[in-house]
C-alpha cells in the first residue's frame, strides 16, 4: 500500500519538474514561439479533458458494482452534487483571497 502512495507520488512529482524543465528549455533556446506554445497548450488540455478524463471516468463506473436500479438513478445526483461542492469550495476560496469575479470565473 505505501509503495503504491509512494509510486503515484513519485510519478506526480517527476511529471511536475520535466514539465517545468522542459518548458524552461524550450524558452531558453527560443526553440518555440509563443503563439506556437499557446497553441500547443490548448491541444493538450482539450486532449486531457477528452481522452484522458473519459477512460478515468470510464474506469470508475467499471468497477462500480450495480447491485438494484437505485444505485444506478443516484450517479447522476451523486456526480452532481460532488461537482457543486467542488465548485462551492473553489468560490470560497477565491473570495478569501480576494479575487475579481472573472478571475474567479462568474460574470455576476
Known sequence: MIFV???????I??????????QKLIDKKNWIS???KKEI???L????????????????????????IKNIISLPFVGAFSTMIGGLF????????HYNLIDIGSSN
Open 5 to 11: 502512495l509512494f509510486k503515484m507520488y513519485l510519478i
Open 13 to 22: 512529482i517527476v511529471g511536475t519538474f520535466s514539465g517545468y524543465f522542459c
Open 34 to 36: 509563443y503563439k506556437s
Open 41 to 43: 497548450s490548448i491541444f
Open 45 to 68: 488540455q482539450k486532449l486531457a479533458l477528452l481522452w484522458f478524463l473519459s477512460i478515468t471516468y470510464i474506469g470508475s463506473i467499471w468497477i462500480f458494482k450495480i447491485e438494484n
Open 90 to 97: 473553489a468560490v470560497r476560496i477565491a473570495k478569501f483571497y
